[in-house]
């Protein structure tokens, strides 16, 4: 029984077979080339007759600008967006009265522009309706009733106050005893103690300056009088006294670390038990009424602080005010929210009871004078009665007209610095995309298009055509209809938001995330303009909020319009996009999986073509993702009779010996072009692919066959084979990227035959193949220019080393035993 390693070795051989006689092929073909044309110069042969592909190149990039196109765009974009000129009253506001205008008849006019902007200034001033926050009343009510519990542990912690008997000690002394430093204590314990008549007002003990304090005074006298009247009591006096002191430090230290920024006043520990409770009555009392008739927001701290002082003076004791204002202050706040439903009701009734702006005018009135300046209120009797003499504006309209065609010179200007290769009816789609935004306008929807126009645009032509259409639409809009200047610009930000981003963008769901990116970018700017421009912001935030929010949804609804419309604008225009070309290079396509089972050698021979043919579009600055997607497919066509083509035999009959006939297997092998359009036409695979096909064979020649022909007619003694009759249909290529791929599977079954040899002769190997196809003219018309051939025979070498790197050779023992393993 044959071991794996074993059966993989004729396969091995196959394989090395088939390439061998491809690069035969090739290095043939161009040692022939070189050999018939040494000096290198692009070699003439004639073309097929009547090819239908074989277009001048300025008819496939569509690098030509029809002047109908361009005179069509201006056309129709001024008409649909100056139609404000059409009805243009000549007498408007602003301008001069020609003569002198009376008033036909008596009449009352509604001036409804006036009418609508005062609605509207009064429908968005209004003062916002509040309601009381239950759930901020509640966490306030918390935290107040937290603060007067930890009061309460603290008082607990400072010991009861007076904590001995007034009639022995005052509560003045008591007081300054608690609070006195250790070393004033020291002192008047020393005092009380001294057995000598020392007198505290001429030195306290271990200071040299004479004592001034009264309560100093007072606390030794009072202490001296006791331990007159009870020697034996006043050991324990003197106890009571120091554990007073110890309890109240402790409290104090807890009461500054409770809040270092708002502690607690040190009277809350010097309030005797019947005075604090009535404080903490009072406190609740207060936070009440004031949380019940509710605290609006903005509300300046100087005014809550007086209302919170006028309801603690009648509430709460004296010599706990203090404690009570700080303590309300630092707890209390807005507990008052806007009620929007109210609030945009009260806009609502605001708005309707606003009386309609009349302008009334009798018979024989003088409307206005000749040569005065025409007011809104003239304006408005001059157009009742028909005089403000309405047309179409010419020079107006043909002004705004030279503005679009400016707009649209910047637009080709700009197409030809960034994206030259525009078709015909990629212009069309621009110019319908375009369209979206004034006809919108026109009936009276306010959510422009902007945002879907720059995705789109973005998406399809790349960021610097995507910003230029949206920068040039806005522009045009603003000046020629009546769009708020302020939507008009959020849209705008939206547009140019999504343009700069989609361009670079490769997955579809990329595209949803942006959509919501627009869409908040769009309410924010809205959000802003509106709060900058209005004069009551503090007032109307909350009902420009909403019109924002409604704003960002439009953004977001207009991205994911674009988003579901721009599977098929790519495929009725044709388009192809990175994302869509991203969509097709992956490998579990119908057309790629049938590839892969049905010609297995060709997929594994179009992968390494992919991989030279990328780096090289890479290195060259080319569209590397058009040329991943268009060498993936462009040997599909091989599929029509996989055994036709050698990489796909694996060591069976090769079918063209059976044949023997030269004339038939080249049609076999160029039909594989045609069948291949074929198929990429069934499943609907955009020009720019299709174009892969036929260009990456060019008008080549099937050198094998003309070969095996050129040898049967010498040894039947026929006429001369025509060369032409081997030669692939073409066209030759047309792009630097088809040009790419020709290049790429002209050197692929050269470059996968070679075994141990060193980079040198690599290169010059594939130099002369890529030299065979300059000289063939097959890249006459790709823009590769001959100076570039040996940086793409570098390229190659570099890729080929890369997927040819030097393995460790295995010992034949070590063979053995993997074997035996297995």
């Avoid at 066209?731 to 050269?750: F, I, K, N, Y």
């Avoid at 065979?772 to 570099?798: C, H, K, T, Y």
Wanted: with cysteine; hydrophobic share 40%.
């Amino acid at each position: 029984m044959k071991t794996p390693h074993s059966l993989t070795q004729p396969l091995t051989k196959l394989r090395r077979k088939s390439e061998d006689i491809r690069a035969w092929l090739s290095l043939r073909v161009a040692n022939s080339l070189l050999r018939d044309n040494p000096s290198g110069e692009p070699k003439q042969h004639k073309l097929p007759q009547g090819n239908p592909l074989r277009l001048p190149p300025k008819h496939r990039k569509g690098k030509s600008r029809s002047p109908l196109m361009w005179v069509v765009a201006v056309v129709s974009l001024t008409s649909v967006m100056g139609n404000r000129y059409y009805n243009q009253p000549e007498l408007d506001v602003g301008t001069t009265a020609p003569q002198t205008i009376l008033a036909p008849k008596d009449d009352s006019v509604e001036d409804k522009k006036t009418t609508e902007e005062k609605r509207k200034e009064a429908s968005t001033g209004i003062v916002p309706v509040l309601m009381l926050d239950e759930s901020i009343t509640e966490e306030i009510k918390e935290e107040l009733e937290q603060s007067l519990n930890y009061a309460q542990e603290l008082r607990q912690t400072s010991g009861y106050f007076p904590f001995v008997n007034t009639a022995i000690l005052t509560d003045s002394t008591q007081e300054y005893l608690r609070e006195s430093e250790k070393l004033e204590w020291d002192s008047i314990k020393a005092f009380a103690e001294s057995d000598t008549n020392v007198n505290p007002l001429e030195q306290k003990e271990g200071l040299s300056e004479p004592v001034e304090d009264p309560l100093f005074v007072q606390a030794v006298n009072e202490l001296q009088n006791y331990r007159q009247l009870s020697t034996v009591d006043f050991p324990q006096l003197i106890d009571q006294i120091s554990k007073a002191r110890k309890e109240y430090q402790q409290a104090l230290r807890q009461l500054l670390e409770y809040d270092s920024e708002h502690p607690y006043d040190i009277s809350l520990l010097n309030l005797s038990d019947e005075v604090w409770q009535e404080t903490v009555v009072g406190i609740s009392t207060v936070s009440q009424r004031i949380l019940t008739q509710g605290i609006p927001p903005g509300l300046p701290d100087n005014i809550l602080q007086e209302a919170v002082r006028t309801q603690v003076n009648t509430l709460v004791p004296s010599e706990a005010e203090p404690l009570a204002i700080e303590l309300l202050t630092g707890i209390l706040k807005p507990n008052l929210q806007p009620d929007p439903e109210q609030t945009k009701l009260r806009a609502e009734k605001a708005a309707q009871q606003l009386q309609p702006v009349m302008v009334f005018v009798e018979k024989g009135e003088v409307i206005v004078e000749a040569g005065e300046e025409i007011t809104q209120e003239d304006f408005v009797l001059l157009d009742h009665f028909g005089q403000s003499r309405r047309g179409i504006h010419w020079q107006a309209l043909i002004g705004f007209g030279s503005l679009v065609a400016g707009a649209v010179g910047i637009f080709f200007l700009v197409e030809r610095g960034v994206h030259p290769s525009l078709r015909h009816r990629d212009h069309i789609l621009v110019f319908l995309l375009t369209l979206t935004t004034p006809v919108l306008v026109i009936f009276g929807i306010p959510y422009t298009s902007l945002p879907a126009v720059g995705l789109l645009v973005g998406s399809f032509y790349g960021s610097s055509l995507g910003i230029t259409v949206v920068g040039l639409l806005t522009g045009l809009v603003s000046i020629s209809m009546e769009l708020r200047w302020v939507a008009l610009l959020s849209g705008a930000a939206g547009g140019v938001l999504g343009s700069w981003l989609a361009g670079r963008l490769r997955a579809r769901e990329d595209l949803a995330l942006l959509g919501g990116a627009v869409g908040l970018t769009q309410g924010s700017v809205y959000l802003i303009f509106n709060l900058i421009i209005s004069a009551a912001a503090g007032s109307i935030w909350y009902t420009v909020l909403q019109s924002a929010a409604l704003y960002g949804l439009a953004g977001l609804s207009w991205s994911i319009v674009a988003l579901g419309v721009s599977p098929y604008l790519e495929r009725l225009f044709d388009l192809v996009t990175p994302i869509r070309l991203a969509e097709l290079s992956n490998p579990n396509r119908t057309l790629l999986k049938r590839l892969a089972t049905q010609a297995p050698g060709t997929f594994q021979h179009t992968m390494f073509v992919a991989s030279l043919a990328e780096a090289a579009a890479r290195e060259m600055h080319c569209n590397v993702e058009l040329v991943r997607a268009g060498t993936l497919y462009h040997d599909i066509g091989k599929m029509h009779d996989p055994l036709g083509f050698i990489e796909n035999q694996m060591g069976g009959p090769n079918k063209h010996d059976e044949i023997n006939d030269p004339w038939k297997s080249a049609q076999i092998i160029k039909k594989h072009v045609s069948e291949g359009l074929v198929m990429a036409r069934r499943h609907g695979l955009p020009q720019a692919i299709r174009d892969f096909i036929p260009e990456h064979q060019g008008t080549l020649l099937i050198s094998y066959f003309y070969f095996q022909a050129q040898q049967q007619a010498e040894q039947k003694g026929l006429p001369s084979v025509s060369e032409e009759d081997f030669r692939y249909d073409g066209p030759v290529p047309q792009s630097r990227e088809t040009g790419l791929v020709m290049l790429a599977d002209a050197c692929e079954a050269a470059l996968r035959s070679l075994q141990d040899v060193t980079p040198e002769i690599a290169v010059s190997m594939v130099k002369k193949i890529l030299k065979a196809r300059w000289q063939d003219n097959q890249l006459v018309d790709s823009g590769i220019m001959r100076e570039e051939l040996p940086i793409i025979a570098e390229v190659f070498v570099r890729v080929w080393q890369q997927c040819n790197h030097k393995r460790i050779a295995y010992p034949k023992a070590a063979l053995n035993y993997q074997s035996s393993v297995k």
